[in-house]
Every structure is written in structure tokens, then in C-alpha cells.
């Protein structure tokens, strides 16, 4: 099956990539995820412009600079996180063997390209929510893994983002 994707020039993506069967690898493994983003950028140019990475799933907002890498932006990820993830898996089908894969991730990735500011607002809102809305944690300072400390530090959010009057700007944004 062919999928069509948006190739929008200087736009932003939000992806979604989610581990197969919604394993929880990617918290636990932070360091190897985050070995994999750098790996990417050494053949990638894009930016991250927020990221969450929850336990069985990651989102992230990225601008790169030639639109239509981002797929390979992914699969570089992807490929690097499963190559040097040191925990035996149970490979799940044949197609996955058949691949050569070893059955970590969900093979396909969301995508959602952004068309404006105030859309990017909403998703980066909806990604640094994301915690919360899952029960991981009370309160959305309170979640290690994702970029809402770097807008803290720079003055986008308040410290305490994500009360009752912010959640019901973003409740019904729902990407999953």
C-alpha cells in the first residue's frame, strides 16, 4: 500500500511514533533515544521544535530544512534506536523477519503538517499536555521528557501551564 504524504516547503510536521504494541522501551531507554536524534542530525538538517517522549510513544514537532527527508528523519531514528537497543525482542511476524526488523516499533509514523502559527501553538500545547492527558504524572512540569522546561526557560509557558483554563483550550486536540 502506497501512503501519500504532505510535502509542504517550509512547514512544520508533527509525527507520532509509536512502539510496537505500545511497549514501553522509549522512557527507559532515553539515552539510546536521544543517541538516535543526534545520530540523525549528523545526516539530517531539521530542527526539533518540541518533543514529549512517553513511555510507548513519541511525539515530536521537527522543521527540517528539505521537507521531504522527514520520512527518512524517522526511519534513521528508527534505525538506530533498534540496532543498538540491547534487550532481546520476540520479533512478531514474519514480516518483520522477513525485513530484517527487529519488531520495536510500529512500522508505519502519524503525520501532521502544520499550516499556520496558531496550529503549531495548538500542537505544541497538545504535545506538552500529552503526559498528563495519559495519568503519568499531575501536573505537566512534572514530566522529565519533553520540551515544555525549554519553553519555561523561555518565557513561552508559565511554570504551572496546564491548569483547568489551559486544558480547555487544548481538550479537544486529539492526534492518537
Known amino acids: 500500500m502506497n501512503?501519500?504524504?504532505a510535502?509542504?516547503?517550509n512547514s512544520y510536521?508533527?509525527?507520532?511514533v509509536v512502539s510496537y504494541e505500545r511497549k514501553s522501551i522509549f522512557v527507559d531507554n532515553i539515552e539510546l533515544l536521544r543517541h538516535a536524534f543526534k545520530n540523525a542530525k549528523q545526516f539530517f538538517c531539521f530542527e526539533i521544535i518540541a518533543?514529549?517522549?512517553?513511555?510507548d510513544h513519541i511525539h515530536v514537532i521537527?522543521?527540517?530544512e528539505n521537507i521531504e527527508e522527514y520520512p527518512k528523519i524517522i526511519?534513521?531514528?528508527?534505525?538506530?534506536?533498534?540496532k543498538n537497543y540491547n534487550v532481546e525482542v520476540e520479533t512478531p511476524t514474519y514480516g518483520y523477519v522477513n525485513k530484517g526488523e527487529k519488531g520495536?516499533?510500529?512500522?508505519?509514523?502519524f503525520e501532521h503538517t502544520i499550516k499556520d502559527q496558531e496550529e503549531l501553538n495548538n500542537q505544541i500545547n497538545?504535545?506538552?499536555y500529552n503526559p498528563l492527558k495519559h495519568g503519568l504524572v499531575n501536573k505537566v512540569k512534572d514530566w522529565r521528557y519533553s520540551s515544555f522546561h525549554k519553553f519555561v526557560k523561555q518565557g513561552l509557558y508559565d511554570n504551572d501551564w496546564g491548569s483547568s483554563e489551559d486544558i480547555e483550550n487544548i481538550k479537544d486536540i486529539d492526534f492518537e
Open 104 to 109: 520495536l516499533f510500529q512500522r508505519r509514523f
Open 126 to 128: 497538545y504535545i506538552h
Open 3 to 5: 501512503y501519500r504524504r
Open 51 to 55: 518533543i514529549c517522549v512517553l513511555p
Open 75 to 82: 526511519t534513521s531514528i528508527k534505525y538506530y534506536f533498534s
Open 7 to 9: 510535502f509542504i516547503k
Open 62 to 64: 521537527l522543521n527540517p
Open 13 to 16: 510536521v508533527h509525527l507520532i
